[in-house]
DNA sequence: CCTTAGGGAGTCGCGTCCTA
DNA sequence: TAGGACGCGACTCCCTAAGG
């Protein structure tokens, strides 16, 4: 048995596909699905493989502490994959990488964090090369494809270890749609043809539905950590609900205790740590203050709430509490969730975050800038004098009417700045 | 309208052998 | 160990035609 390889993946990129079943569909593809979400591919949209790949890089990512920069080896993005290493696979894993940066995301409304955007578009990942010795893959994530995964209070750790055994395309993404729909229960039922629009399959006939569905089940079963059975129900001609059931691998129905030990783990920074959600509420009453830790109500109201709204939205609570509370934790505490006033509080910090980060960035411009003017003026040191006395009558001549009427010590300083101008443009 | 069956195009899976 | 070249058979997905 091979170790697991975990990532954190957002459900909604799971129930709302990032890739597609059919190589075949049209470069510029367009899907379009809840309001305000639009896909499109400029290139070929990606299929199985290529979601595999991008797992990986995703997982690689949340490895290094979310690193938007990756560098990985083409065989062992292979390997990791389950793809035997090749040319012809290492060219199509370029391939990938060239689907990748030509699919885009709009979203508009809310995204992540319950931040509000009217509009908001980004790619999947910004820019990818290849190391001429190494062979090395150096790919640049997008910021805002990370942040939705990371940020993200809907969310589940997947292993690629799984995901790659299911070979079936239509097992993959069937189990990516399981996976979302079983996350507070274990019983789903869907029309078949309203299934069928979700994963997108092509236009089909009942019959066709039901074939490949037993297929992709089939192997779920057989790979997967969970057993499917379906059940199909006709209420029509050509029509059926078809009933989804989640058994653990021994038959027995998973009670909603057990599910949600499957939640996805995130520590403050929203890195995925453990995937046992008892870990997550410790960590979470870490966070309040000793003297009311042990109790019970304050344990039961975590627990609550994090089963309810999940890690990040009771993080930024508990945090809150702590911070304004004067009496009374437990009834603050309650309050706090009730009406999500630790999102105010995030805000902020975002807020000073940001403004931290956009002073940090001028102060290292400036620097650069003086950085680069100390480099002209020694430049123009190290002229010859002729060189110098060129410089000069160039300056003079650009100033031209500027010039006129001005006393000395302006005038020198005057050419002494278009001096430097004229060998910083010849120099960048 | 729907099911069943068969075929084409393209992809995948995997083995074998080679190189540095 | 990391990677490359090549080839063949199996498989999937989609399309279409025949038949109910």
């Known amino acids: 048995m091979s170790r697991k390889k975990l990532l954190k993946q957002d459900l909604n990129f799971l129930e709302y596909p990032l890739w597609f079943q059919s190589e075949r569909l049209p470069e510029g593809f367009i899907w379009k699905d809840r309001d305000g979400f639009t896909y499109r591919a400029g290139y070929k949209p990606p299929v199985r493989i290529d979601a595999l790949y991008l797992s990986y890089f995703l997982m690689e990512s949340q490895k290094n502490s979310w690193a938007q920069h990756i560098v990985v080896s083409q065989w062992g993005t292979m390997k990791a994959c389950g793809v035997s290493p090749g040319k012809t696979n290492a060219l199509r894993l370029q391939n990938a990488l060239e689907r990748w940066i030509n699919v885009t995301l709009s979203f508009h409304g809310t995204f992540y964090d319950g931040r509000e955007y009217r509009k908001l578009q980004f790619n999947v990942i910004n820019d990818w090369y290849l190391q001429k010795p190494s062979h090395h893959l150096e790919i640049d994530l997008n910021k805002f494809f990370l942040e939705k995964v990371r940020y993200s209070n809907f969310s589940k750790l997947l292993d690629l270890n799984i995901l790659r055994r299911l070979k079936l395309p239509l097992a993959m993404r069937l189990y990516e749609i399981l996976l979302k729909n079983f996350m ?11 299934l069928a629009g979700k994963i997108p399959m092509a236009k089909v006939y009942l019959s066709h539905i039901i074939e490949r569905l037993k297929k992709a089940l089939d192997q779920i079963n057989k790979h997967t950590e969970m057993t499917v059975p379906m059940t199909v129900e006709p209420y029509g001609r050509g029509k059926a609900i078809l009933h989804f059931k989640k058994l653990m691998k021994d038959r027995v129905a ?4 057990q599910d949600n030990d499957r939640i996805t783990i995130v520590n403050p920074h929203g890195v995925p740590v453990r995937d046992h959600v008892t ?5 979470l009453l870490e966070l309040v203050p000793h003297e009311h830790r042990a109790k019970v109500t304050i344990r039961n109201t975590i627990e609550y709430a994090h089963k309810k709204y999940g890690t990040q939205y009771v993080l930024r609570n508990i945090k809150y509490t702590n911070s304004h509370c004067k009496k009374n934790y437990r009834a603050f505490l309650v309050s706090a969730i009730e009406n999500d006033w630790g999102l105010e509080l995030q805000e902020d910090e975002e807020a000073k975050r940001k403004r931290l980060l956009e002073q940090a960035k001028k102060a290292k ?15 123009i040191r190290g002229l010859s004098e002729s060189e110098q006395q060129e410089l000069m009558r160039q300056a003079i001549a650009e100033l031209g009417e500027e010039l006129e009427g001005m006393n000395e010590p302006f005038s020198k300083i005057l050419i002494r700045s278009k001096m430097e101008q004229i060998a910083l443009r010849g120099s960048s």
């Open 279 to 283: 870990s997550d509420i410790q960590e």
């Open 365 to 379: 411009k400036e620097e650069q800038e003086i950085n680069k003017l100390r480099q002209v003026r020694d430049y």
């Open 184 to 194: 507070y229960r274990d019983e789903w039922s869907i029309d078949a043809h309203k």
């Open 254 to 257: 998973i009670s909603d205790k």
